[in-house]
């Protein structure tokens, strides 16, 4: 599995794609635009990388732009149409944040982010287990579906829905391993390493 990161500036490519100076982002139609340019980034990418889509440069994303970009590129991600790749918001403002935040809380939607003090949080709803899961993760590292009932008291059969729910959501990178016995396990990475 790759660890690979890429980082896409959307200040720039906000100034690209639009050609008229500006590093808001605002309207669908705009958020059409920078969509279509964030689909192409991420179809390059190979399989188990992350794209990182850095606000630095941005001033603004109103609520209908995050709605159009990020609620749909998420909404894409979960529907497995891009393969086994993984996106992460970094350098966002308070602002920026929030409008994010509820374009996703609307569509039930998640997304791991770093605020400009480089701390990691998920931005959209994550129920309260997932939300504790992925946090064991985040500490760990890496855990398997055993490690985790044994650590939270779990069902392991409920360990591994939870973990397998953050895998689809793309907020734990998943990968299979040889067990000392030999026997195949699935472990389960954060995106840590990429924030």
């Not at 059409?32 to 390059?44: A, M, V």
């Not at 931005?123 to 064991?136: A, D, F, K, M, P």
């Not at 793309?170 to 016995?181: A, C, I, P």
């Amino acid at each position: 599995m790759s660890n690979n990161k890429h980082i896409l500036k959307l200040g720039n490519i906000v100034k690209q794609e639009l050609k008229n100076g500006s590093t808001n982002l605002v309207t669908r139609e705009t958020g059409r635009i920078i969509l279509d340019r964030i689909e192409r980034e991420i179809r390059e990418i190979g399989k188990g990388e992350t794209l990182v889509l850095d606000f630095s440069d941005v001033k603004v994303i109103d609520y209908s732009c995050a709605d159009e970009v990020i609620a749909k590129l998420i909404t894409r991600l979960k529907g497995d149409e891009y393969g086994d790749k993984y996106v992460i918001l970094q350098n966002l403002s308070p602002s920026q944040k929030e409008n994010i935040h509820v374009a996703l809380e609307r569509k039930d939607l998640a997304i791991l982010a770093t605020t400009l003090d480089k701390n990691w949080e998920i931005i959209g709803i994550l129920n309260n287990y997932l939300s504790e899961t992925l946090q064991t993760i985040m500490k760990s590292g890496e855990i398997s579906a055993r490690e985790l009932s044994d650590k939270l008291k779990l069902e392991l059969n409920t360990a591994s829905t939870r973990l397998l729910n953050l895998h689809k959501s793309r907020l734990v990178k998943k990968s299979e391993v040889r067990t000392s016995d030999g026997r195949r396990q699935f472990v389960y990475r954060s995106l840590r390493g990429e924030l």
